[in-house]
């Protein structure tokens, strides 16, 4: 774990919402587990002050990079940044996903859960995994490539949930695991489905953050725990982000 | 000479510098030395586990954080176990128990237990939590029963009894003065302002528990309007809290009275913020040719 202020790479649009910002961050990237995040932040920006955590979505050679969505102000801050403008960036931060045993691992994401899976794809690809990919979004600006395409309007690929497709896909064939990122709904859809299918499911959440890294409580999940009330909250900065399914309670 | 040198009641501090209870930990280890810190305080402990509120627990607002954490800990019997070792084999300033509780006996049971303990250097007593029912702030705000709490605390223990104030009460000079009363060594203040944020499309509270706890930035004022008033009626030495970013920031509390000062929500910002703001105030002391003794309380008009 690190703190740098560092040069922006490159600065890519993909379209109105979406867009890729890279940094060199050297031999560090070594460091870097899949599903594990960065808290990035414009230096000198007042509001927003907080950092904002940032999923890891590709490594190349020193440079790490970041698929970012405008939802708010510190996004919309960095998406107009230039390569060159500097960047305040703390981490690898948080657990990431373990690269199971068996073969045949399906992904499925929703919007913005794509990037994380994305470095988690090339990796279980690096280790001869077979994989099947599901990704949905609202409309076909959310859309980026997988091997199924899901829209809530129709605009691209299949009209519906991405769930839908998983329910249809896992009923010829089952998978060994499935690792998913998304909206909370689209997490506890692919939880009981992974359920009445008994296939291990790994999330990664997204909740709020301030510290991101473990002191400050604020990005809270809960999950069940052997205490007397039998749940607790958990931090989604360092015992997270990314959870196995049958842990958390599904509220 | 150590020109930032300073005293705490019956601590002497190698510097001026803590970290507000509930916004560090061991972690900050990565960024920077620990030990060069004037004190650690922990985040707050209770008798019993406690897991905290639901979430949202957080939102940044114009110029500050809302939080509701809801003093999610470990317990005092755990933080003893776990939490205590891990801190004093890493630090050797001292450190500062937080602690809370929901009666006057939940207190004095967890003190004498942490006084079963050693390595503890004093302890700050959170009654000033806006984000629990029973405990904290339904003590802080009413004088009689701060003073029968610090009063019975003081005699469990001989350590340093820091007192932590909230500042959503009438009279925060009332509370301090029965503080002081009480038997307390020092006191701490500001804790959080009552703060709300609301979706202004959905209508949904942007945090969880609605009203909630408001520091940062914005509070500073606020924070520093309190340290004078209280400097100018209470004798006791004050530890000052509140938006504090900057070794800038620290003087202000420092002529309005505060002989040390905590970071707060700023470590979430800048992690090296401690140790910049002693830089800082090292370096601007050494050119003016001052000691922080020499600023304390020297506000002008």
Redesign the interface.
């Known amino acids: 774990?690190?703190?740098r202020i560092i040069a922006i790479n490159s600065i890519e649009q993909l379209n109105e919402s979406y867009y890729v910002i890279s940094v060199d961050i050297g031999e560090s990237v070594k460091e870097i587990r899949p599903g594990q995040f960065f808290e990035l932040?414009k230096p000198e920006s007042?509001?927003?002050?907080?950092?904002k955590p940032i999923s890891v979505y590709d490594i190349q050679s020193t440079k790490v990079s970041f698929m970012i969505k405008k939802l708010g102000k510190a996004t919309e801050q960095f998406a107009v940044m230039k390569a060159g403008d500097k960047l305040d960036i703390?981490g690898p931060l948080g657990n990431g996903f373990s690269i199971t045993e068996g073969n045949k691992a399906i992904i499925v994401s929703g919007g913005i859960g794509y990037p994380p899976l994305y470095y988690l794809k090339t990796q279980l690809e690096q280790a001869g995994k077979t994989i099947y990919w599901l990704h949905g979004g609202q409309t076909s600006i959310d859309i980026f490539p997988a091997d199924e395409i899901w829209t809530d309007d129709g605009s691209a690929g299949n009209k519906g949930f991405v769930t839908e497709g998983l329910t249809n896909y896992i009923k010829n064939q089952k998978p060994d695991v499935i690792y998913a990122c998304g909206p909370k709904a689209m997490l506890k859809a692919c939880h009981q489905i992974a359920e009445r299918n008994s296939v291990p499911l790994f999330v990664s959440l997204e909740?709020?953050?301030?510290?991101?890294?473990?002191?400050?409580?604020?990005?809270?999940?809960?999950v069940r725990t052997d205490?007397s009330?039998g749940?607790?909250?958990k931090t989604v900065c360092?015992d997270g982000p990314v959870f196995e399914a049958k842990d958390i309670v599904w509220e | 000479m150590n020109r930032l040198q300073t005293r705490l009641g019956k601590l002497e501090l190698q510097n001026p510098v803590t970290v507000a209870s509930?916004?560090?930990?061991l972690?900050?280890g990565?960024?920077f030395d620990l030990n060069r810190l004037g004190a650690y305080v922990t985040?707050t402990i209770t008798l019993k586990?406690k897991?905290?509120?639901?979430?949202?627990?957080?939102?940044?607002t114009?110029?500050g954080?809302l939080?509701s954490?809801g003093l999610?800990n470990p317990g005092v019997e755990e933080f003893i176990k776990l939490n205590l070792p891990e801190l004093k084999e890493v630090l050797s300033i001292p450190i500062i128990v937080s602690f809370s509780g929901g009666t006057i006996e939940e207190f004095t049971t967890i003190l004498s237990k942490l006084e079963r303990t050693d390595g503890i250097a004093g302890y700050e007593v959170n009654i000033s939590c806006p984000n629990v029912e029973k405990e904290g702030i339904a003590f802080g705000v009413d004088a009689l029963v701060v003073y029968e709490l610090i009063r019975r605390l003081r005699s469990f223990t001989n350590k340093e009894l820091i007192v932590k104030l909230t500042p959503n009460v009438t009279d925060i000079v009332s509370i301090a003065n029965a503080a002081e009363e009480g038997g307390a060594d020092s006191m701490a203040l500001i804790n959080t302002v009552q703060g709300m944020a609301i979706d202004p499309l959905s209508g949904k509270s942007r945090v969880k528990m609605g009203v909630c706890g408001y520091s940062?930035?914005a509070i500073k004022p606020i924070a520093l309007a309190n340290v004078f008033k209280v400097a100018q009626r209470v004798k006791l030495p004050i530890l000052a809290m509140g938006g504090i970013c900057t070794w800038q920031d620290a003087m202000e509390f420092f002529y309005a009275g505060a002989s040390a000062i905590a970071v707060g929500?700023y470590?979430?910002?800048n992690?090296?913020a401690c140790v910049d703001l002693i830089d800082g105030l090292d370096n601007y002391l050494s050119e003016k040719g001052a000691t922080l003794q020499d600023i304390i309380g020297k506000v002008s008009f």
């Open positions: 774990m690190f703190n932040k007042c509001y927003p002050m907080l950092r703390i909740e709020y953050m301030a510290c991101g890294i473990g002191v400050c409580y604020g990005c809270a999940v809960k205490n009330i749940v607790t909250y360092k | 509930g916004t560090f930990g972690e900050y990565e960024f985040k586990p897991i905290g509120n639901p979430p949202p627990r957080l939102y940044e114009e110029a954080l939080n954490i999610q940062g930035p929500t470590n979430f910002v992690p090296k």
